[in-house]
Structures are given as structure tokens and as C-alpha cells.
């Protein structure tokens, strides 16, 4: 069980607000023990666009496996930001000194960086507010123009819908890729990562698509990686022939079905060895019947 907390301000938004919240939802849905609780120091909270929020002053008891999300507000300098109490912000404080993640969108940074959660950290922010952001907390590493920055479990990230993007990333790191990029799915968005670094999944990379007959084949080869994946038996299981499907997926992905497959097993081998494993056991774990295809496809890849 994860518990997700939600601390609330005056003049949250509500998109900040409602993209994390709906794809940690998502992920419940799917079977993911995620519990969503929304907190604030007045039980009414007006938002940016007008509609109150109900909240409750009490925080629950955290573990460290648990997340605290501080969504952003209006407000047209950072200066201009609504008084958060001391005791708000010794939570936040304290719940990332026990192991907690604690994460910002938007305006929330200044939250962030109130409890001093920001000093001698990346971070990142709404473009309008970046350069403010490094004013008032000189300590912190604003990174410019990125959606999402991860930094010893203080995540940041730059506003509005890129909240989402900073909540399918921890939903990756804790449930896999494949679940995130279910869940991008389920919301009709793109699974994206962060613009400032390399993506790091074959599974995000080649999900920003919405061709839903690719996804499918996709959910079958991400689960199911390490195993032989005739593409008759992939393009049978959702209808269409081998030659349609090849064509669909390389339109979707720029990949065939099995260039796919191979990326998985390579970028899972390649994990495995960096943790000591030898390339021959690398290999057999991944599913190739000796080392010798995996030596080929690192040395296409180097």
C-alpha cells in the first residue's frame, strides 16, 4: 500500500491537481495499492479556476514508501504565493528525512523550497517562474525548460500537464514502465519523459502513439519479452495479419514487432550486467538461447 498525499493551497489549480490524482487512480484501478488522500490547513480551498475543494486538516501517519505531491497555485511572482505554516512545511520536511519522496508541481516548488527540500538539488519549475525560483532559493539547481526533474526523492516538475508526466515517472519507478505506459494509454496521453534526459525505457520511448492495435501487441511483448513471440501469434491475438501488423507497428514505433522484443530483452540484459551478472546468465534471463545474439546486438547498439 502507497499512500499519496495531496497537500493543497489556495489557488491550486486544477489541472495540477487532477493529472497526478488520475493516474495514480488509474494505476488502483489497474490493481496498484494507491491511496489518495488531500490535505489542507483550511478545510475550503479555493482553486484558479473558481471551483472549492473540500480538504482535510489532519495528515495521515506516513511511511516512507509514501508520497507527499504539492501541486501549484496562481500566483503571478512566487513572492506572491499564499503563507504556508511552519508545521506544513516541517512535514514535508520531516517525511523526506525518514525516506519519503516529496514531489512538486509547478508553483509547488516554492513550497518545496520554503522546507528546504531544494538546497544543493536539480529542480524545475513552470518556465515563468524559473528564474524566480533560483532568485529566492540560491541553494537549488533550477534546470530550465524540462518537464520533470528527479533529484534523492524530491521531484519537480514544470507545471500543468506536465504533473502527469511527473506521476507516470513514479508510477514507472515503482510499478514498471509497462504499468505507466497502461496507464498513459488509459488516459488517452502521451507517455513522455523528462525533454532534459536520454529516455531511459524502450517501453516509453515507443509508446507516444495512439494506434491502439499497436498498444495491444506492445502490452503483450512487455510482458511477455523473455519469450518466443511468433508474430503470427501476436498479430492473431488482435486480429489482423502478419503483414498488417508489421506495417501498423513500424508506422506507430519505426520498429518491426521483434526489433521491439530485442530492444526490451537488450535494455533488460543490459541492467542485469550492470549489476554483475555475466552475459552469458544475462542473456539466458532475457530469453536468447546463448549469449551470442546478445553480444551482437550490444556491440550494433555501442
Given at each position: 500500500m502507497s499512500h499519496v498525499v495531496f497537500f493543497l493551497v489556495p489557488g491550486v489549480h486544477l489541472l495540477d491537481l487532477a493529472g497526478p490524482a488520475q493516474v495514480f487512480s488509474t494505476a488502483a484501478d489497474f490493481g496498484h495499492s494507491y491511496t489518495l488522500t488531500y490535505v489542507a490547513e483550511r478545510p475550503q480551498v479555493p482553486t484558479a479556476q473558481g471551483l472549492t475543494l473540500m480538504a482535510g486538516p489532519d495528515w495521515p501517519e506516513l511511511a516512507p514508501v509514501d508520497l507527499i505531491v504539492v501541486p501549484g497555485w496562481r500566483a503571478v511572482t512566487l513572492a506572491d504565493s499564499p503563507a504556508i505554516a511552519d508545521a506544513s512545511l516541517k512535514v514535508l520536511r520531516d517525511h523526506h528525512t525518514r525516506g519519503g519522496t516529496v514531489a512538486s508541481?509547478?508553483?509547488?516548488?516554492?513550497?518545496?523550497?520554503?522546507?528546504?527540500?531544494?538546497?544543493?538539488?536539480?529542480?524545475?519549475?513552470?518556465?515563468?517562474?524559473?528564474?524566480?525560483?533560483?532568485?529566492?532559493?540560491?541553494?537549488?539547481?533550477?534546470?530550465?525548460?524540462?518537464?520533470?526533474?528527479?533529484?534523492?526523492?524530491?521531484?519537480?516538475?514544470?507545471?500543468?500537464?506536465?504533473?502527469?508526466?511527473?506521476?507516470?515517472?513514479?508510477?514507472?519507478?515503482?510499478?514498471?514502465?509497462?504499468?505507466?505506459?497502461?496507464?498513459?494509454?488509459?488516459?488517452?496521453?502521451?507517455?513522455?519523459?523528462?525533454?532534459?534526459e536520454p529516455q531511459s525505457s524502450a517501453m516509453f520511448r515507443h509508446r507516444s502513439h495512439l494506434d491502439d492495435t499497436v498498444h495491444r501487441v506492445q502490452?503483450?511483448?512487455?510482458?511477455?519479452?523473455?519469450?518466443?513471440?511468433?508474430?503470427?501469434?501476436?498479430?492473431?491475438?488482435?486480429?489482423?495479419?502478419?503483414?498488417?501488423?508489421?506495417?501498423?507497428?513500424?508506422?506507430?514505433?519505426?520498429?518491426?514487432?521483434?526489433?521491439?522484443?530485442?530492444?526490451?530483452?537488450?535494455?533488460?540484459?543490459?541492467?542485469?550486467?550492470?549489476?554483475?551478472?555475466?552475459?552469458?546468465?544475462?542473456?539466458?534471463?532475457?530469453?536468447?538461447?546463448?549469449?551470442?545474439?546478445?553480444?551482437?546486438?550490444?556491440?550494433?547498439?555501442?
Amino acid at each position: 500500500m502507497s499512500h499519496v498525499v495531496f497537500f493543497l493551497v489556495p489557488g491550486v489549480h486544477l489541472l495540477d491537481l487532477a493529472g497526478p490524482a488520475q493516474v495514480f487512480s488509474t494505476a488502483a484501478d489497474f490493481g496498484h495499492s494507491y491511496t489518495l488522500t488531500y490535505v489542507a490547513e483550511r478545510p475550503q480551498v479555493p482553486t484558479a479556476q473558481g471551483l472549492t475543494l473540500m480538504a482535510g486538516p489532519d495528515w495521515p501517519e506516513l511511511a516512507p514508501v509514501d508520497l507527499i505531491v504539492v501541486p501549484g497555485w496562481r500566483a503571478v511572482t512566487l513572492a506572491d504565493s499564499p503563507a504556508i505554516a511552519d508545521a506544513s512545511l516541517k512535514v514535508l520536511r520531516d517525511h523526506h528525512t525518514r525516506g519519503g519522496t516529496v514531489a512538486s508541481v509547478c508553483a509547488g516548488a516554492e513550497a518545496l523550497g520554503r522546507a528546504g527540500l531544494l538546497k544543493g538539488r536539480r529542480c524545475t519549475t513552470h518556465h515563468g517562474v524559473q528564474d524566480e525560483l533560483a532568485l529566492r532559493h540560491p541553494g537549488a539547481v533550477v534546470v530550465r525548460d524540462v518537464l520533470f526533474t528527479a533529484d534523492d526523492r524530491v521531484i519537480t516538475s514544470a507545471g500543468i500537464a506536465s504533473g502527469i508526466d511527473l506521476a507516470l515517472h513514479l508510477v514507472a519507478s515503482r510499478q514498471g514502465p509497462a504499468i505507466a505506459a497502461r496507464v498513459a494509454r488509459d488516459m488517452v496521453v502521451y507517455a513522455r519523459r523528462n525533454g532534459h534526459e536520454p529516455q531511459s525505457s524502450a517501453m516509453f520511448r515507443h509508446r507516444s502513439h495512439l494506434d491502439d492495435t499497436v498498444h495491444r501487441v506492445q502490452d503483450l511483448i512487455d510482458t511477455r519479452f523473455d519469450q518466443p513471440l511468433p508474430l503470427l501469434s501476436l498479430a492473431s491475438a488482435v486480429g489482423v495479419s502478419e503483414r498488417t501488423l508489421t506495417r501498423l507497428f513500424n508506422r506507430a514505433t519505426g520498429l518491426t514487432p521483434l526489433r521491439y522484443q530485442q530492444t526490451l530483452r537488450l535494455e533488460r540484459a543490459e541492467h542485469l550486467i550492470s549489476h554483475g551478472a555475466t552475459v552469458e546468465a544475462a542473456a539466458r534471463s532475457v530469453g536468447f538461447e546463448d549469449a551470442r545474439m546478445l553480444r551482437r546486438l550490444r556491440a550494433r547498439a555501442a
